[in-house]
């Protein structure tokens, strides 16, 4: 759904690399390299953010939809 | 016994602890997981929730939050003097939240909340804790309070906190034909090679896992791994709740008062 706070196995907190990391491997770079850089040295915390999708987004867009569908009917 | 930092940074420590046994060394690792308390949210109180997200999702996500805890003005809830099941200024903090989406979807960080005392406020400023769409609203209050490990995983100050026997690596080197075989197979590279020569390059990475002693083609092998009788490496990471020598320390004070607690019943038992 969205980004754990903590690491499940061993508590580490990943929540607050998560942007720096999805941003980074937008652009090209390689994760194994982003994550020896953000400190992340466990696989259980690598594992947090190399395997996490921000379904969240995804459900964010039907309420985005709403919103210009509500603001469309009162322009009209 | 004798104890050297070997490294130290903000969040983490390794200690080499030589002299000790492993029954006091294990008692340390343990309380520091279990006992040594720090602060976290206990009690939330939703007043508007039209997120996307159930308030038992917030209310976790909020729990695990790592706090930075101050020890010597707050106390347990359980030896507070208040005595009260809600808690008093020395056993609670009040933590507010205050969140709408009015431009578009955003995401609200652990940054945005609001603490009463300014020194217990969340580790790191962008721990994402929800996302709102336009028109969103979330607005909470919640109470953070001192707890231990044993209770639940979120007032562990420590997320890694282990230790291992010191390695202890002869080679015999006249029987080693510089074959190399156990620099290749060592996943930790402590073997380089040097003059056509193996030689411990890195001893302290050494897990004992005794790969190379296998991987050497003589038999029996001139490598011999092994372990220093009464000789510790700790390792300590913080979730930066409290600063790990500060970990440590505390936990050989619960330590002492545990055995304090212990030495007054047998005094009054035997009498
Ligand atoms: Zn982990
Ligand atoms: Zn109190």
Avoid at chain 2, 14 to 30: F, H, K, Q, W
Avoid at chain 2, 121 to 127: C, L
């Amino acid at each position: 759904m969205i980004i754990p706070v903590r690491c499940f196995t061993c508590g580490k907190l990943i929540g607050d690399l998560w942007e720096e990391f999805a941003r980074r491997v937008k652009t090209g770079e390689n994760a194994s390299d982003i994550l020896d850089s953000l400190g992340v040295k466990r696989y259980c915390c690598r594992r947090m953010l190399l395997s996490n999708v921000e379904i969240i987004d995804e459900i964010l867009r039907f309420y985005e939809e709403a919103e210009k569908r509500k603001e469309s009917q009162n322009l009209y | 016994m004798e104890i050297k930092i070997l490294d130290k940074n903000a969040t983490t420590m390794r200690l080499m602890i030589r002299g000790a046994d492993v029954t006091l060394v294990n008692a340390l690792r343990r309380i520091m997981l279990a006992e040594v308390p720090s602060m976290a949210i206990d009690e939330v109180v939703i007043i508007d929730n039209s997120s996307i997200l159930q308030d038992e999702i917030i209310a976790h996500r909020l729990g695990l939050t790592p706090l930075k805890t101050d020890l010597d003005s707050y106390n347990l809830p359980g030896e507070c003097e208040c005595k009260s099941e809600f808690g008093c200024s020395l056993c609670r903090v009040t933590i507010t939240l205050n969140a709408e989406a009015n431009e578009g979807t955003r995401t609200v960080y652990s940054g945005e909340l609001v603490s009463e005392n300014p020194e217990i406020v969340p580790v790191s400023d962008k721990i994402p804790l929800i996302k709102l769409a336009k028109g969103q609203k979330l607005k909470l209050e919640a109470y953070a309070r001192l707890g231990k490990g044993k209770n639940h995983a979120k007032w562990q100050p420590v997320s890694m906190c282990a230790y291992k026997y010191l390695p202890k690596i002869e080679i015999a080197s006249e029987k080693c034909t510089g074959c190399a075989k156990c620099v290749e197979i060592c996943p930790k590279k402590v073997f380089a090679i040097k003059a056509d020569m193996v030689e411990v390059r890195d001893l302290l990475a050494c897990n004992l896992c005794m790969d190379c002693v296998e991987a050497c083609p003589q038999k029996p092998s001139p490598i011999k791994v092994s372990w220093e009788k009464n000789a510790f490496i700790m390792n300590i990471e913080s979730t930066g709740v409290l600063p790990p020598e500060r970990i440590i320390q505390e936990a050989t004070k619960i330590l002492d008062k545990q055995l304090k607690e212990f030495e007054e019943q047998v005094k009054v038992e035997v009498k």
